[in-house]
């Protein structure tokens, strides 16, 4: 018995879940697939997944973020085992449901990360930088997310026992981009729980463009200034955040940001080029993560 649990904003799914359907059919399984969209305005044919056995397509009245979307579909789900995915991936092999059952079979308490895979063919220019970002901080193998289980807390393809959550759940204070895997994650390690990360990867097909990837930065790098006011996310949580207590310790946040201030147009002017460096961002995050302390 199988949940398979995707979210859902502006993206055509139906392919997916065409897939997902076809492989729990062959596997025999009883299983039921629930699609959440955020409210978004486009659904392409998504209605149609409506039209495939034990799916279900269930669009949101309003925007709830995607911490409360994840809560929904978990809270919604009629099984047990669940498979939770993004709409914007696909499995790489066709073993993918019965990879994570294999496993979760086994390890009833752990919570499964199947990771990450990017298409090798380079992208457009404009969506350089989000590719590359991704083959080099979320494309890692099993074996090197194993050394730090909690290090990559990536939910776009992860599998578990919902009963054993325990109480854990997405952070739904958290109605910003970004960080909602993140602090899921340490609530999990503070609770003791086991990640076990497999080689069971999905591909990350859309990629947004190096502009639009900019500003979901800037706007996680928010989503983070607020966590840590909140006290939901300790100082010492994240590089970042460290790096930020380092400049704050050493009253250096003032010279840092005007630096960044003076150098900022030519570090996204490389951003959204056509060999966009990995180590700018990292600055370009710290940046902006100390803008939003100075100016709070």
């Not at 006290?231 to 460290?242: F, P």
């Not at 966009?276 to 993560?289: E, F, V």
């Amino acid at each position: 018995m199988l949940s398979i649990l995707i979210l859902s904003y502006d993206y055509d799914l139906y392919s997916l879940v065409r897939k997902l359907q076809s492989d729990c059919c062959s596997l025999g399984l009883e299983f039921e697939i629930l699609c959440s969209d955020d409210n978004s305005k486009n659904h392409f044919r998504n209605r149609t997944i409506e039209d495939l056995d034990n799916c279900h397509y269930i669009t949101q009245s309003a925007n709830i973020g995607r911490s409360r979307t994840r809560n929904f579909l978990i809270n919604s789900a009629t099984y047990d085992t669940v498979i939770m995915i993004d709409s914007d991936t696909y499995p790489v092999t066709d073993n993918f449901i019965a990879n994570y059952l294999s496993i979760i079979s086994k390890n009833e308490k752990a919570i499964i990360s199947g990771g990450l895979k990017y298409k090798n063919e380079k992208p457009r220019e404009t969506e350089l930088l989000r590719w590359v970002y991704g083959q080099a901080r979320e494309a890692i193998p099993a074996k090197t997310r194993q050394l730090k289980p909690y290090k990559y807390t990536l939910c776009s393809n992860i599998c578990f026992n919902k009963k054993h959550l325990n109480g854990i759940g997405f952070p739904e204070t958290v109605r910003g981009y970004g960080y909602e895997d993140f602090v899921f994650f340490r609530q999990l390690e503070k609770a003791n729980r086991e990640i076990i990360h497999l080689d069971n990867a999905v591909f990350h097909l859309k990629l947004d463009t190096s502009a639009e990837f900019l500003d979901k930065t800037v706007l996680g790098m928010q989503t983070l200034k607020q966590l840590l006011d909140e006290g939901v996310v300790d100082s010492q949580a994240t590089l970042l955040s460290s790096s930020q207590l380092m400049l704050q310790k050493l009253h250096f946040q003032k010279i840092f940001h005007y630096l960044f201030k003076k150098y900022e147009p030519r570090i996204k002017a490389n951003l959204i080029s056509s060999n966009p460096k990995i180590n700018l961002l990292d600055i370009y995050k710290l940046g902006k993560l100390n803008e939003f302390n100075i100016k709070h």
